[in-house]
């Protein structure tokens, strides 16, 4: 069975950092692409960034580039997301899914697994 | 960024037929292929139907997709109480190179 464990939410204030981590088991970590979505209270599904089995290519929605960066250790099994200069609005549900390798064909592919999910508040 | 229009909801009674639709550009669904997900409150979501028009496994065969152009649409047929929830198209954009979700369309089962 695939698991994805998302980790590192909690309260960050405006301008600051957070790490979130995604542990993966059930599946060979290193062969797939990895992704985050996030989703504001109340609000829809937002795609964050995505980033292949080895680590190139990365990909980043419009509203997070140059804020977030996306990496993974396939040694650790781990997916990570660095966030900075955190916003408002960027609290939000913070999901992990595992996809299958080639980002650009993921709506044909039914790998898709996706975390419980990490919650990140920034208030001051 | 969501550039994938869907209704923010659609109703309706038990054991009707409902669809939703899922309006996008050349650059996305034109192009490239449609997942459907549902989300229920406080859950991950889950994915009803890839590639346009194909189940995922488990997923009931009261859902079915289709795509024509840079539209899409996810039906669903015989409509029970526990269908309610949220449900999301997405493509990949290649204009973007983003993958892109709708708003979202909340279902109510009357």
């Known amino acids: 069975e695939v698991l994805l464990l998302e980790s590192g939410g909690g309260l960050g204030q405006p301008g600051g950092s957070l790490r979130l981590t995604c542990v993966g088991s059930g599946f060979t970590f290193s062969d797939y692409a990895m992704t985050w979505i996030r989703q504001a209270p109340g609000k829809g599904l937002e795609w964050v960034s995505a980033i292949g089995s080895s680590g190139t290519p990365t990909f980043y929605g419009d509203s997070v580039k140059g804020r977030f960066t996306i990496s993974r250790d396939n040694s650790k099994n781990t997916l990570y997301l660095q966030i900075n200069r955190l916003r408002v609005e960027d609290t939000a549900a913070y999901f992990c899914?595992?996809?299958?390798?080639?980002?650009?064909?993921?709506?044909?592919?039914?790998?898709?697994?996706w975390g419980r999910g990490t919650l990140v508040t920034v208030s001051s | 960024q969501a550039v994938l229009t869907q209704p923010p909801s659609v109703s309706g009674a038990p054991r009707q037929r409902v669809t939703i639709s899922c309006s996008g550009s050349?650059?996305?669904?034109?192009?490239?292929?449609v997942k459907w997900y549902q989300q229920i409150p406080g859950k991950a979501p889950k994915l009803l139907i890839y590639?346009?028009?194909l189940l995922a496994s488990g997923v009931s065969d009261r859902f079915s997709g289709s795509k024509s152009g840079t539209s899409a649409s996810l039906a669903i047929s015989g409509l029970q109480s526990e269908d309610e929830g949220d449900f999301y198209c997405?493509?990949?954009?290649?204009?973007?190179?983003?993958?892109?979700f709708g708003g979202g369309t909340k279902l109510t089962v009357l």
């Open positions: 050349s650059s996305n669904i034109g192009t490239n292929a």
């Open positions: 899914a595992a996809r299958s390798p080639a980002i650009v064909l993921w709506g044909t592919s039914d790998f898709d697994h």
């Open positions: 997405a493509s990949w954009d290649d204009s973007l190179n983003a993958w892109l």
């Open positions: 590639y346009n028009d």
